[in-house]
C-alpha cells in the first residue's frame, strides 16, 4: 500500500524545517554564516545531521533560505516605516535611511553577514535581489522628490544605487566584527545622523531634515 502523508505528519515536517531555519538564524546573527555549519545547526537543534539533509539538499541551498527570510524581514521594516513616514520625500527618505542604518546598528552581527559577509554564489545572488530591491525603493523616493523639487535633478537609476552604496559603506567600520577606522568611539545616534546628512547633501536637497529621529523598530 503506498504511503499516504497526513496532515499530522505534514505539520510536523514543516515544524521541523522551521526549527532548522530557526537554529541556522540565530548562528548567523551570533557568529555569521561561517559559523551556521550544518552540524552546528543539528547541534542547535538537537537532531542528527541527516535529518538536516532530510529537509535541504546542501548547506548552501539552507543558508539562501536562511538570508532570504532574513533579508525580507529587514526589508519589510524599511518599506514599513517610510510608508509611515510624512509622504514628504524628505521625510520618506529620512525614515528610509535611520530604519536601515539604525536596524543595522542594533544587530551588527546579522547586518554584517547580510550586507557584507563572504558567502557562496547561491547566497549571494540572493544578496543582489534584495539589494536591488532596496535601490527600486530609492528610486521612487528620489522620483517624487525630484518631481516636486526636494532633490536636484539627476538620473534617478545612478543615484538611486549610490545611496544604497553609500548607506552600506557608511556601516562598514561600525559592523565590521574586527572593528576599524575609530568608529567604535562614535555613538551610533551620530553615525547615522551623519549618514543622513550626507545623502541629503549629495542628492541636492532642498530641505533639510532634523537630526536624530526616533527611526521605526
Known sequence: ?????T???RRRAEERRAGLLRAAR???ARHGFAGAKITAIAQECGT???LVYTYFDNRDELLATVFRESASHELTAVRSATAAADPAAHARLDAFI???AGRALRGRQLAWSLLFEPVSPIVEAERLTYRRAYVDLAESILRDGIADGTFAPQNVGLSGAALIGAISESLVGRLNPVGYDGLDALEDAVIVDAIVTFCCRALGASTSVPTSRQETP
Open 1 to 5: 500500500m503506498p504511503y499516504r502523508e
Open 7 to 9: 496532515d499530522a505528519t
Open 26 to 28: 540565530e548562528l548567523v
Open 48 to 50: 542528527s545531521v541527516g
Open 98 to 100: 535611520r530604519t536601515f
